[in-house]
């Protein structure tokens, strides 16, 4: 009789080799798998980032450009200026509605290379063309290779107010309707002395307001009459006329404390530049002016619109901005160069995801 033998329960040796070693091939493809969808999500969160990058910048230059050069009714023009005798070649120039700085080599057709990340700010006045205003220093000093634009007009956020008959050689007027929130802290905001404009459509006038007195629609203004190139208001208003508080700004990209460069916005206040960073990540900023003459329209770079005293004829603005994204935001090696308006960046080589992002405003207060 034959004794029959029964296998004992478990696994051999090589059975629970192979099962290991399909357990290890299910856990790689599975961190694979993760880690390509992490690297997706990486990337997609960088290029929102530098898309809501974009946005900012545009949320925020393009109502400055836009409004540039406004005066209440009417378009701030040389003619019609009655501002102290404190302006300068740009401070408290409301005679253009922008003016610009070009970074030699640009001008839209030249290259620049960006040596490294947050590059160092550039002292040298003499590296732009027209060589930057001498007002700036020390609050001002960009990164090399971008350009500079100043942007004079009504200050942000507020809406022009009618005021009181002004007869010529008065030197206050008391506003009549406010749809301010309140006259007398935005213009003390500023820093007494403040500029402010006065227009009735027909004729405009920069001046200098030196005391803000009373509240709501009984605001009463001061004009400046000391120094002033007119001592009073010189020529009469009648009821209607417009009062808007003014503000010049300058945007410019500088190195920042957060490891990259950022766009920068200063204002001017109670006589000197105030910097802030507003958008992190911009590396580069080109800008052209166009000029339009008998209807045609002419991109030039500043160096060309100083050249030719053009400034008072710019009637749109068009920039272009290099963004990055954070440090390995892009898991291959950033591209060489990148187009950003005409001028051939050149970018370090890293894992940075970088856009050009491209914005043309037209200045809506302008006499073509």
Not at 3 to 11: K, S
Not at 42 to 71: D, H, K, M
Not at 140 to 149: A, F, Q, Y
């Amino acid at each position: 009789m034959k004794r029959a033998f029964h296998r004992a329960g478990g696994y051999t040796l090589i059975e629970l080799m192979i099962a290991m070693a399909l357990g290890l091939i299910v856990v790689a493809g599975i961190l694979t798998v993760f880690m390509a969808l992490q690297q997706v999500y990486g990337t997609a969160l960088a290029q929102a980032r530098v898309q809501n990058a974009g946005n900012a910048i545009s949320a925020i230059i393009s109502p400055a450009i836009r409004g540039a050069g406004f005066g209440g009714c009417g378009r701030l023009i040389p003619t019609s200026l009655n501002i102290a005798s404190t302006q300068q070649a740009v401070v408290n120039n409301y005679g253009f509605a922008v003016q610009g700085f070009d970074y030699t080599g640009t001008a839209g057709t030249g290259t620049y290379a960006i040596a490294a990340d947050d590059a160092a700010d550039d002292a040298n006045v003499n590296d732009w063309a027209p060589a930057l205003d001498a007002s700036f220093a020390p609050s001002i000093v960009p990164e090399p290779g971008s350009d500079v634009l100043v942007v004079s007009g009504e200050m942000p956020g507020t809406a022009p107010a009618g005021v009181n008959t002004i007869n010529a050689g008065a030197d206050n007027f008391t506003v009549t309707d406010n749809p301010l929130s309140n006259v007398v802290a935005t213009l003390n905001g500023e820093g007494l002395p403040a500029p402010a404009a006065l227009s009735d459509c027909a004729k405009s006038v920069v001046f200098m307001a030196t005391a803000v007195t009373g509240a709501g629609a009984g605001v009463t203004i001061t004009h400046e009459t000391p120094a002033n190139l007119q001592a009073t208001f010189q020529p009469s208003f009648a009821p209607g006329v417009q009062f808007v508080p003014l503000q010049q700004a300058v945007f410019y990209v500088a190195a920042s404390a957060g490891g990259q460069s950022a766009l920068y916005k200063a204002i001017y206040v109670d006589g000197n530049w105030v910097a802030t960073p507003i958008v992190p990540g911009v590396e580069n900023m080109q800008v052209m002016y166009g000029v339009t003459s008998g209807g045609d329209i002419q991109w030039l770079p500043a160096s060309a619109v100083a050249a030719a005293n053009e400034w008072p004829d710019v009637t749109s603005v068009r920039m272009a901005f290099l963004i990055e994204g954070g440090m390995g935001s892009n898991r291959f090696a950033s591209q060489a160069t990148f187009d950003v308006l005409g001028t051939t960046v050149g970018v370090p080589k890293d894992t940075r995801l970088r856009h050009v992002y491209q914005l043309t405003v037209s200045l809506r207060n302008v006499s073509l």
